[in-house]
């Protein structure tokens, strides 16, 4: 739905360049949700804000629905900018209209007839729960209320996709949770795909079916969330399992095990113990329940450097756990292995 090749987009103010965007290539496959997480200066926003050409990228390809925006005429970009929905941090709305009024807004623009126009608001205020605040104006309604009127704006014009800017980033997290849950709805019922851009890890974890990590202008690691956080090394799955550098004694194995859906059913840890007769110690871990999936990461160490654990990591690896061995440089205890040298995890 979304295809994004080679993007690269560089801010110039008073002789000093900065690359918000160094050559980004990322494709949001239709009716999911793609999460984009990264730090403060990342460039989550300006590769956000170049999917619909509210900046203009210096290099790169921006397909959405199939159409390349770049080619685009005025008149052509702006109805190909109406089928693109976008929501912000902070709303955005006009305090001087009412809930019904701001949602009427975009399809007063688009020129859509009065009757047709009091319809469809009440249809899109209906879809996102705010029926009985049609009349009352954004200084009287709760800041996840003004976020679904955000949404019920950014329907308007029926769009295919959907641009969330930290769409939650100004909630607390209750209300995060619901707005979070309004999006995974509008996805399903509407087959909404969604592009969202955040810090945190929740909403990564609560509605993304894929996602993308970036640093520094570039993505460093995207696919489907589950493949992220089986893949040995990965930022994402040390972000929603955040665990403490291992302290490495040198006369022990501190291996890092992640599991899913039926693996995470049986007592790899006792049987592990069992089959080879040594005590196992269990330094930290957690379970997360990720789109219907349960997914852990448990921090183990086990008695002796990991030269002499090879048995008990193809052991494990064998049950079809990921194995991530600390200390470990290159492959040297077997596929998967991680050396230590990484850098912090994105929240
Ligand atoms: N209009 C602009 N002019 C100059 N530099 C900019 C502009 N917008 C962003 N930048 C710079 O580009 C880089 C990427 O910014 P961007 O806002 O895209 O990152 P981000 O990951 O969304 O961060 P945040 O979450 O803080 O918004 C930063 O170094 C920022 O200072």
Redesign the pocket.
């Known amino acids: 739905m979304i295809q994004i090749e080679k993007l690269r987009k560089v ?1 110039r ?1 008073r002789g000093r360049e ?1 690359t ?1 965007v160094d050559g980004v290539d990322l494709t949001v496959r239709e009716g999911e949700v793609f999460g984009v997480l ?1 730090r ?8 956000l804000r170049c999917v619909n050409l509210l900046e203009r990228p210096d290099e790169g390809r921006v397909r959405v629905d199939g159409r390349d925006l770049l080619e685009l005429s005025g008149g052509e970009l702006r109805r190909a900018r109406q089928r693109i929905g976008m929501i912000h941090q902070h709303f955005g709305l006009l305090s001087s209209r009412t809930v019904a009024g701001n949602v009427a807004f975009p399809l007063e623009v688009m020129g859509v007839p009065r009757a047709e126009r009091a319809a469809r608001v009440a249809e899109l205020l209906e879809l996102v729960g705010l029926t009985e605040h049609a009349d009352a104006y954004p200084a009287q309604i709760s800041g996840g209320q003004k976020q679904r009127v955000g949404i019920a704006r950014a329907l308007a014009g029926r769009p295919k996709v959907l641009l969330s800017d ?1 769409a939650t980033s100004a909630l607390d997290p209750e209300t995060t949770a619901s707005i979070l849950e309004l999006l995974r709805d509008l996805n399903r019922r509407l087959g909404l795909t969604i592009l969202l ?1 955040t ?1 945190e890890m929740d909403v990564v974890k609560r509605i993304c079916d894929s996602a993308a990590v ?1 640093r520094q202008g570039r993505v460093v690691e995207s696919g489907p969330v589950r493949e992220l956080l089986l893949r040995p090394g990965s930022e994402l799955a040390r972000g929603l399992f955040p665990l403490p550098e291992p302290v490495l004694r040198g006369d022990t194995t501190v291996v890092d095990v992640t599991f899913e859906g039926e693996s995470a059913d049986r007592p790899f840890v006792s049987t592990l113990a069992r089959t080879y007769s040594i005590d196992v110690n269990i330094l930290g871990g957690a379970v997360e329940d990720i789109g219907g999936t349960r997914i852990g990461r448990l921090r183990i160490e086990l008695p002796g450097p990991p030269d002499v654990n090879a048995a008990q990591l193809a052991h494990l690896r064998e049950a079809g756990l990921t194995v991530e061995v600390h200390g470990v440089a290159g492959d040297a205890a077997g596929a998967g292995d991680t050396a230590t040298e990484e850098e912090a995890p994105v929240s």
């Open positions: 801010y103010a900065v918000a990264g403060s200066g990342a460039g989550k926003s300006t590769l930290e851009i810090h970036m």
